[in-house]
């Protein structure tokens, strides 16, 4: 008696997994985690561009996300919230990493940028500039974080980067295609292919004031104080 007891109190109790694993794989949303340090602009008080509802969803329904290739069972896609900007706009860079895997993911973060204009990242950037034929790397400034504790990062979450290419590269106007990349997976040695995302593609014109050089933005976004 004891047995059939057990029997169908077990029984109910996997029907009921059973139903909330088929809401999870119905809905398919993935849940966003904020990263270390979101973001250059946040870390200065401005506001930080917000995700769609697309955004949460699987990378085929994403057409506005730039989604790279799964790699163990990864992925990484960057967009910009439009396609054009006056030179001295924010140009957010706006990357997510996802775990679209079964097994828990961990990833070591690093410093890019120089001088005040370091942030925090995952990720690195490879921008051309299609105007002038010209290709710049945004590469790891300091690589004391990459030895410091991982993070992890469980299936169906993602973890959300905003990066301000404006304050780290100098975006003269032209018409540019952006790729977020990298290697700070833990167990994706050196040798092993990166994980990157698709191209996005911006425009930069002019702005009121015409061409400035690099560090130049709207008012209130100065080097943040140390």
């Given amino acids: 008696m004891k047995s059939n007891i057990r029997l169908f109190t077990v029984i109910p109790a996997l029907a009921l997994t059973a139903c909330l694993v088929a809401a999870a794989e119905t809905t398919n ?9 979101l973001s250059y602009a946040s870390f200065q008080g401005l506001p930080v ?53 079964n097994k828990e993911a961990r990833y070591r973060q690093c410093l890019i940028g120089e001088g005040a204009d370091i942030q925090v990242s995952v990720v690195e950037f490879l921008v051309t500039n299609e105007t002038t034929h010209s290709r710049m790397e945004v590469k790891r400034g300091d690589t004391v974080f990459q030895h410091h504790e991982s993070f992890p990062l469980q299936p169906m979450q993602q973890a959300f980067y905003v990066h301000r290419l404006d304050r780290i590269l100098s975006l003269p106007p032209g ?24 191209v996005a593609h ?25």
């Fill in 29 to 37: 949303l993935f849940q966003t985690i904020e990263s270390t340090a």
């Fill in 49 to 101: 561009p917000k995700l769609e509802a697309h955004a949460l969803g699987p990378a085929q329904d994403d057409p506005e996300g730039k989604w790279g290739a799964v790699g163990r069972g990864l992925l990484l896609c960057i967009r910009f919230d439009k396609p054009l900007f006056q030179q001295r706009e924010p140009v957010n860079a706006m990357v997510l990493l996802r775990n679209a895997g």
């Fill in 175 to 198: 018409h540019y295609s952006v790729q977020a990349t990298t290697r700070l997976i833990v167990g994706l040695g050196a040798s092993s292919p990166p994980l990157t995302s698709g």
């Fill in 202 to 226: 911006l425009t930069i014109v002019a702005g009121p004031g015409g061409a400035k050089g690099r560090g130049t933005s709207d008012e209130g976004t100065n080097s943040p104080t140390r």
